[in-house]
């Protein structure tokens, strides 16, 4: 996670034109992350994006076949590493190239034939690395473009917010629908720029902030399609450091201070620059209390190595472990319906199911795989109940997202054991 949001850095650098514009643009993209406010989040789900765009704005600035390569393999890997964003990343990368080569903007552009082969070499890498982990092609395939987006939307889609009031303006900027809205209309004038630019006879500076901007608008569809608090930040970015380079900065290169001063304050309150800092501040002061391990005990597992817990905790997982060694096999399996799936890797048990998202087992198609794997491979015992309580998804237990499973479970699991904070169901 740390090591995509340094990426943010020389993505600032390549579209900004000084030093100190690369630095307000690093840190507007940070906040418009969130990355002060919630410094535990899947940001490592955006590599394949950042990598890409960092790799294509360098090679079209300077040109060669390793930036280009880079760009390249980073959004066909990327696939692997995260669909979403590895479809982005492949379609940003394709988009640009395209739109890049056709205006003629590439300073320093590699042949035809060159192109090809490194297309060719980023199309099979891939292919090469699920021949090595032996995956099945078909499988990958019908889950990634036929299952999985049938089933998401209704799935893990919320609603965007309501349409803005310009009643209240100067409110509504500090709220939600502006943090939604307002990107996108800003996406649609950084293609304005690009097209301005190109017009004006700067080629590269149109291909860096076209670049940038359909990088963005691909992004901004993790966004639109969950409109959350966490996901409408991780959908945008890249918002942050186009703001800054691609506005801000002019204004305050071209002495318009007026205008910066307009801007720069509605930035601040768009991506929540105080809140930011504060938390992030806090949780660096913090850093030196967190390597103390008073008042914690080492994991009572194998796989907690190294990492501490409460007392409390460490006794509740003991119970558990101790349960599973005592009644079940050592290669049997476990189910979680909690929400708690690091007991998976801390009690050494697999899911008996291919799926364990237990949501998005109200698809139809998932459902009817769940229910084969269960009944040919059924688990020791169910995680019922954990710290979060029945594992709610966006306000709705397991026993409402998936009614048959609960129906499932208490026919065939119908005794409850109590250990602390977990509840299980056994035989």
Known sequence: ??????????????????????????????????????????????????????????????????????????????????????????????????????????????TSARLAIVTAIAVALPVVVLLIVRAGFRQFAIDSFVTIPRAIDAVWALPAPPAPSWKESWKWLAGEPARYYLPLVFYGYALAMAVHAWRRGDRLRAAQIGTAAIFAILLFRTAAGRVSWGHTRYGTALFGAMAVAFLLEPLLL??????????????????????????????????????????????????????????????????????????????????????????????????????????MLSNPTLAGEARRQLEANPPALVIVRGTHGEGEFDGLPYHVRVPWLAAWIDRNYPRRIEMGRYVVATK
Not at 61 to 70: C, D, I, K, T, V
Not at 268 to 281: C, F, K
Not at 292 to 303: I, Q
């Open 1 to 110: 996670d740390a090591a995509t949001l340094a990426l943010v850095v020389p993505i600032a650098a390549e579209i900004a034109v000084t030093p100190w514009g690369a630095a307000m643009a690093a840190i507007a993209s940070l906040c418009a992350m969130a990355a002060g406010q919630l410094p535990i989040f899947p940001y490592h789900r955006l590599a394949p994006v950042m990598l890409a765009l960092l790799a294509l704005l360098r090679y079209l600035r300077a040109g060669g076949s390793g930036p280009l390569a880079m760009a390249l393999c980073s959004a066909t890997l990327g696939v692997l590493w995260s669909l979403d964003t590895g479809i982005y990343a492949v379609a940003g990368v394709a988009g640009s190239l395209v739109v890049a080569r056709s205006l003629r903007a590439e300073v320093s552009p590699v």
């Open 254 to 359: 071209r002495r318009r201070r007026a205008a910066a001063v307009v801007a720069g304050a509605v930035l601040v309150v768009l991506l929540e620059v105080p809140s930011n800092t504060a938390s992030g501040a806090k949780f660096l002061a913090g850093w030196r209390a967190r390597q103390s391990h008073a008042g914690l005990v080492p994991y009572p597992v194998r796989t907690g190595k190294g990492i501490y817990t409460t007392e409390e905790h460490a006794r509740e997982l003991a119970a558990l472990n101790g349960w599973l060694a005592a009644n079940a096999a050592p290669d049997a399996t476990i189910l979680d319906v909690a929400g708690e799936r690091s007991l998976y890797y801390f009690l050494e048990r697999r899911p008996p199911l291919r799926c364990p998202d237990i949501y």
